[in-house]
């Protein structure tokens, strides 16, 4: 690992600690039809045979969802019952895009199969996360008897006690941990019930209400009703980060080619009001453009107006509660903006070295955005980050957020004690806390990230997956670079590198952005850095890591590099040994030097098959032949 001055690719990291893959022997995935570059990746990702790869490539049929989920078919013949007798039903989701999603595909398809629904979904202000009591009261007394939750109700104990109180049958959908003890309802339908290794194991809320929907809808014998369900469900999906894997991951393709058509107008609306054209989208249209155009309203309005959205119509209609979505988008831009800005200045106008943890608490912040400026800090920091608005009478709310590698769940827990309330995962989580705690939990906080960073290392850590010429991306790659979509979580797009690229080309943007043209080998590619920190120029020649992707800017298209982490280029690299350090240079595209700690040199190349080869027979000891396989990757020889 080399460690090395940040140029900033990461707002504020000081430091970066490129960490470059591993050697690969010969020509990984023989008999993959792939670029080479492509195929290093799949390779070090633990894909290491063709059946695996086709596996990726090529769907597999999903088996009957009725198999995996053991309490499906009470749940559907209670619908079914719900459904020919025109019952009320109440949905109760969630306030994010997951819960919205999975609300308004559940009222779309039993309302077109003959009952009466009605969304339920609390107000992050005022109900706070989930299905609680008062809710249950209310709906019974408008004369629900039925209630499905979606991406919620698994630790809502008192409410579904309430609603075996009441009379009100609860069929509950949700991906979030189960408790001990198993909630009191009719009908669980949760990953956690599958069997090992099923495909329906990594489904979010949406997931479970598209499979609910689909199952009814075969049971009814009315495929019509879900012809929007799968649009949501792709919506839903990929706005909750839910692993690419498995149901995700076949669903996902059946349905994002045919998304830009959708039927459903307020799909229709969002991606107009995105600027996304009449073209099939891909994960990224949803995760950049339409999911924080409903995720915006979840946290700073109200989530009716995304369900009302998704459910009309009425194309004017659609079009006019999307702007409204929109409009609430922006605002929720210039919140976070703000926020972030103060939490900055707040930090780095103390003289004093950063925390291990970041903790930042201001009355006046909006609780629903948060949560987005403490990722932000995480990302510009490089450690754990809280930020805490004020929730009246002496307590104050959080959103928690950290790099990998730091659990937010097992840290919450160990504070517990200074906590009224917490929970999460170990990427994010919340909490609420009194005033008067706050300064002995930041202490705590502070011990458990100094124990982490310890052992971590303050520095940004780059991890390419592999090497890339600025000549290799043209239209072949990116046909084959689509065959492996969709990327998100579990499956993120590939981190390529190159090295030495000239930059020909820097321009600052409005956003604090910086556009560059590099150039390599003849070859010039046009790169993006979102979020540059200052000012400064680059150097002339540079080292960068990146994904690849396109620009569409006035019906023009073409390659664009977003780009991770960038370092000055050097033409010799050192190999650090215990007893001494090992210069490595370039003799040309396929050859290299090494030199020893007593000057002593040899030299070796890559052949055709990608297997070294040298004259010295020195370079066949093990422990030289690893250090010769480490400086072919470090000197860009191999992928």
Known sequence: MQRISSLGMVAGARDQQWRLPQPLEGNPLPSVDLPPALKAMLFRRGLQSQEQVLLLLNDQPLPAADRHFPELNPALTRLKKACLNKEAVAICGDYDADGMTSTALLMRAFEAMGASPQAAIPSRMADGYGLNSGMVEQLHSEGVRLLVTVDNGVAAHEALDKASELGVEVILTDHHTLPANRPKALALIHPATTPKDSPYACLAGVGLAYVLARALAAELKNPASITTARDLFCIGTVADMAPLTGANRTLLREGLSHLHRSSCPGVQALQQLAGLGDRPLRADDIGFQLAPRINAVGRIGEPSLVVDLLTVDDPNRAFELGRQCDALNRQR?????????????????????????????????????????????????????????????????????????????????????????????????????????????????????????QSRGEDLLVEPEALLELDQIDHAFWQALQTLEPFGAGHPKPLFWSRGCRVTDQQFLRGGHLRLTLEQNGVERQAIVWRWPDNALLSQIIDVTYTVTQNHWRGETRFQLEIQALRPHHEAMELQRSHGSYRVQRIDSKSLKLINPDGDSLVTHVNREGELESDDSRASHPYVAALLQEACIGLGLRP
């Open 333 to 453: 831009r210039e919140l976070c903006d703000a926020i972030e800005a103060e939490a900055v200045a707040l930090l780095e106008s103390d003289p004093s070295p950063l925390p291990p943890f970041l903790l930042l608490a201001q009355g006046h912040w909006h609780h629903g955005v948060i949560g987005i400026v403490a990722a932000r800090l995480v990302e510009r920091y490089q450690r754990p980050a809280a930020l805490l608005a004020s929730d009246g009478e002496g307590r104050m709310r959080a959103s928690v957020r950290a790099p990998d590698g730091f659990a937010v769940d097992r840290a919450l827990q160990h504070c517990s004690d200074l906590l009224e309330r917490h929970g999460g995962h170990p990427a994010a989580g919340g909490f609420t806390v009194q005033v008067t705690a706050v300064s002995a939990l930041h202490q705590n906080l502070n011990a458990l990230a100094a124990q982490w960073l």
